[in-house]
């Protein structure tokens, strides 16, 4: 079956711009996760969403940064008056009811100039 | 920041050796996976080892947890070209999927 998918695969943006980065989890899948993956600071948890509970945004780094999960499916993580320090791999995963294992994306690469 | 420590950072074997790598951590954990990452994109899952488990196998991988030092190894047999990637431990404090993953060991494997 069709794995997780993310768009777009590349994005370069101004710095200042706002950008949307989608995710489209594995059908079935509960469990959703944004990471990013950057020189600096490697893997990062971002935020977390599982079922209808309320998200565990504890990775977010600043207020510019949020995501939403409409329907229990697609999330979209939203970066508001992107830095420089933003460029990364953002990498989403989801995980079904029953297992840890997590499923990944392709990722999106974001590149602000 | 990063809960896990890899050790070695890169590693460069030939066809047919075993590939071995550590992960060391801080807190007490749930369970901590190993993932691979070709060309800097998407992971792979490879093996989930949880806190009351000692070791696993996965085909040509063999993970090893020891709580009691705060360290796991993941052992490639008979690697092949295939193989070479990044891979990553990430370690669940809580099982609830929230992962801190190294920063990774870079495996060459040359034909």
């Known amino acids: 079956g069709a794995g997780v998918s993310q768009s777009p695969s590349n994005k370069v943006t101004e710095k200042g711009k706002d950008v949307e980065l989608r995710c489209d989890p594995i059908?079935?899948?509960?469990?959703l996760y944004w990471y990013r993956q950057s020189l600096g600071q490697g893997l990062e948890f971002l935020i977390y969403?599982?079922?209808?509970?309320?998200?565990?945004k504890s990775g977010l780094p600043s207020d510019r940064f949020s995501a939403e999960r409409t329907g229990g499916s697609v999330s979209t993580l939203t970066i508001q008056r992107t830095q420089q320090e933003d460029s990364a791999v953002y990498l989403c995963?989801?995980?079904?009811?029953?297992?840890?294992?997590?499923?990944f994306g392709p990722g999106t690469r974001l590149t602000v100039l | 920041s990063q809960q896990g420590e890899e050790d070695p950072q890169a590693l460069s074997i030939q066809e047919g050796e075993n590939a071995t790598m550590n992960c060391s951590y801080k807190?007490?954990?749930?369970?901590l996976q190993w993932y691979r990452q070709n060309s800097g994109r998407g992971l792979v899952h490879l093996i989930l080892?949880?806190?009351n488990e000692r070791e696993k196998h996965s085909g040509r991988l063999r993970v090893t947890l020891d709580t009691s030092k705060k360290s796991s190894s993941l052992l490639i047999t008979a690697s092949r070209a295939a193989d070479t990637a990044s891979y990553f431990c990430?370690?669940?404090?809580w099982g609830w999927g929230k992962l801190q993953f190294g920063a990774g060991t870079q495996v060459v494997v040359t034909p």
């Open positions: 969403f599982q079922g209808n509970s309320a998200p565990d």
């Open positions: 059908s079935g899948h509960t469990a």
């Open positions: 995963a989801s995980s079904p009811p029953t297992e840890d294992e997590q499923f």
């Open positions: 080892i949880r806190s």
């Open positions: 990430a370690t669940d404090a």
């Open positions: 807190t007490s954990i749930n369970n």
